[in-house]
């Protein structure tokens, strides 16, 4: 009887299936989750990978990552798979935007200590990104405004008054001053800042396992630094504050610091909230 169990034993170990499910797309600026039977833990090119108990993980890749990645598994029973893949390469616009203030171009000299004060501010709140290890994005993902017109596309170089920029690491969707913001998520609010130079009146969501989402040039806020939200809550509203030329939210998403497309989240969404 004791030969039985053990073989029993082996016998489940070998049954493991090691099939891997991708949903998203492998390519740059992209979200994708794995999910697996019995996974117990996954390495991305040596990053350890949180795997959550409903055997899944999520990774992503930047705007322009073009390095071959190593995905290695481990399942329950010890036996490991390995998969290799290159991010597919995407093709970006240039966005060129003429007549704008000087001063939303290039800030002023006088501006220095306050661009700086405002970064560092940013950068802090960022380093918690990493410690919320619920994934709370099992929520699914909704557009944080309901119409609204796409004015600026995530990846796009900037052309300011002939003077050569960042590219444009989010979506611009263009609506009236006053239009609800809703979190694109559930997720906790790491972020709730007034006034910046570039951003205006912004907020960063923390979405669990390193994904998180920010909101710009608010008119109002309604949340503060560690509020719960829900995917669909109203947490501001549609302006024009900081660098802005108009009412618009600009809307960014990113793994860690991996800038990723906005709208790929929606794309690969099974939720149709808002």
């Not at 171009?105 to 619920?134: D, L, W, Y």
Request: glycine share 10%; charged share 25%; net charge positive.
């Amino acid at each position: 009887m004791k030969n039985i169990f053990i073989f029993l034993i082996i016998a489940g170990s070998v049954l493991y299936s090691q099939k891997l499910k991708f949903s998203g797309e492998i390519k740059q600026a992209s979200l994708v989750k794995c999910t697996g039977d019995n996974i117990d833990s996954a390495w991305l090119n040596d990053i350890a990978l949180k795997v959550n108990d409903n055997s899944y993980f999520i990774f992503g890749f930047d705007r322009d990552d073009s390095i071959k990645y190593t995905l290695k598994v481990k399942y329950l029973n010890n036996a490991f798979i390995t998969k290799e893949f290159k991010p597919k390469k995407r093709k970006y616009n240039i966005q060129r935007i003429n007549n704008m203030k000087p001063s939303l171009v290039t800030h002023p000299e006088a501006e220095n200590e306050r661009v700086i004060r405002e970064r560092k501010i940013s950068q802090e709140a960022r380093k918690k990104i990493g410690e919320n290890f619920i994934p709370m994005y099992e929520a699914g993902f909704i557009r944080p405004i309901k119409g609204g017109r796409i004015s600026g596309r995530f990846g796009n170089q900037r052309i300011l008054n002939g003077e050569k920029k960042n590219f444009h690491n989010g979506v611009d969707i263009a609506a009236s001053a006053g239009t609800p913001v809703f979190a694109m998520s559930d997720g906790i609010v790491i972020l709730s800042a007034d006034t910046f130079y570039y951003a205006g009146n912004n907020i960063l969501i923390d979405h669990g396992d390193g994904l998180n989402s920010f909101y710009l040039h608010m008119r109002k806020k309604f949340v503060k630094v560690g509020d719960k939200v829900k995917a669909g809550d109203v947490i501001g509203e549609v302006g024009t504050t900081g660098r802005s030329t108009g009412p618009h939210l600009h809307w960014g998403v990113q793994w860690f610091d991996k800038r990723l497309d906005p709208l790929g989240l929606i794309r690969n969404n099974s939720r149709s909230k808002k």
